[in-house]
């Protein structure tokens, strides 16, 4: 191509475009509709009594490569329980100044303690609204379940309420794989989803 065509060509790209119809987003009266697996806001969850899932393990504070997160565990007591380990999460803070929102920290979770939401509106007004403290990623309380501090009620050692939610896992995991159409591989990746780690019983958020 001779080089005086070359703006020509450049321009095509502009001449192109100028005449296709403009689409308006109409946010925020009308919100966009996420994916299913989209890493939004984090939730820390419950088990289905209140008692907290996070350990205090500090393991997501570590997977972070933003530096993002701030833990301090702390030791239950028979007078004062918050989760049914051995220790909670006294401190978790997640400044979403540093988060990249990647998910490595719920990968890392031992206890699937941690999730994300499908929420984006996370803009604020000051850095400090930014960094979001345990009560504000911490689960609702739904009906059934207790604010702790409190006693196990669901068993009498940790290992109780783990096994419990194994059990829950694999009965999700068979309805949804009986709902599964062979007849194409789509489906069957479609079906599969709600077996993602993040959208099981206890308090917890799909992402």
Same mark, same amino acid.
């Given at each position: ?55 205090? &393990?500090? =393991? /997501?504070?570590?997977?972070?490569? %933003? ?7 702390? @030791? #239950?007591?028979? !007078? ?18 540093? &988060?990249? =929102? /990647?998910?490595?920290?719920?990968? %890392? ?7 994300? @939401? #499908?929420?984006? !509106? ?86």
């Amino acid at each position: 191509m001779p080089d005086f065509l070359d703006p020509i060509a450049g321009f095509g790209v502009t001449f192109r475009t100028m005449f296709r119809k403009v689409v308006t987003e109409q946010y925020p009266e009308q919100r966009h509709t996420v994916a299913p697996r989209f890493h939004g806001r984090h939730q820390l969850n419950r088990h289905p009594d209140g008692l907290e899932k996070c350990i205090g &393990c500090e =393991l /997501c504070a570590w997977a972070c490569p %933003a530096d993002a997160i701030y833990v301090e565990g702390e @030791t #239950n007591t028979d !007078e004062e329980r918050y989760s049914p380990g051995e220790r909670y999460g006294r401190v978790y803070q997640i400044n979403y100044l540093r &988060c990249i =929102l /990647c998910g490595l920290c719920i990968e %890392a979770c031992p206890t699937r303690a941690l999730t994300m @939401t #499908n929420e984006y !509106e996370l803009a604020d007004v000051s850095r400090e609204s930014l960094i979001y403290e345990k009560q504000d990623l911490l689960a609702p309380i739904l009906p059934g379940m207790e604010e702790p501090p409190h006693p196990m009620r669901l068993g009498d050692t940790e290992r109780d309420y783990y096994l419990r939610s194994g059990s829950g896992l694999r009965s999700t995991a068979a309805a949804s794989s009986s709902n599964v159409d062979h007849g194409g591989v789509g489906q069957q990746r479609a079906d599969s989803a709600p077996l993602r780690h993040d959208q099981q019983s206890g308090g917890e958020t799909a992402s």
